[in-house]
């Protein structure tokens, strides 16, 4: 397996504005997939990982931009606490979170490393691992680096965030009855 030094993977995280089923266009008209990833502040190693990847990325980014990181360089790991209202999303309390995109669809797989075909098996707020790589941009005068979406790992269930769509059979209860009063088989 080859490893870059702008590749990450990370430990336990939760999944937000999951959109890795159906790509969603974009103000340029591009369709992409992504994924919000909040990672716990706990997680220092996750973060270490990250903060090393960006370093490098901004250094191979000096050839995009003149040869030297310009000083409003943004980067895509966020403050939860400060960067949210957290009376909206109070999810995002006590988390680090970025935004990791692709225009191909990642792949999804369980902690058996199988892969997940039910569209509802994987959704905002289940937990997992994300596999990212981080790279500079030059784009409309904006410079930085972006974080690439590779696959997912879902490890757990969780909540499901921001209105989330049910599953039909979570839904409905197995001793119903009609209005006759005959319970359904």
Partial sequence: MTTSPTKITTKKVRFNFCYVWTPQEGDDGRKSYGVCIMIPKSDTETVAKI?????VAKEEGKSK????IPPNCKTPLR?????????????FAGHWFLNAN???QPGI???NKEEILDTTEFYSGCYGRASINFYPYDSK????IA????????LSDGEPLG????????????DFEDEDGDLLD
Avoid at 163 to 174: I, L, P
């Fill in 51 to 55: 903060n090393a990847a960006i370093k």
């Fill in 65 to 68: 931009w003149g040869g030297k």
């Fill in 79 to 91: 403050d939860g606490d400060t960067e949210r209202d957290l009376d909206v999303n109070p999810e």
């Fill in 102 to 104: 692709t225009l191909h």
């Fill in 109 to 111: 797989i369980d902690k």
């Fill in 141 to 144: 005068g904006n410079k930085g």
């Fill in 147 to 154: 974080a690439g979406l590779n696959n997912l790992q879902k």
């Fill in 163 to 174: 209105g989330g769509k049910s599953r039909a059979e979570d839904d409905f209860d197995d």
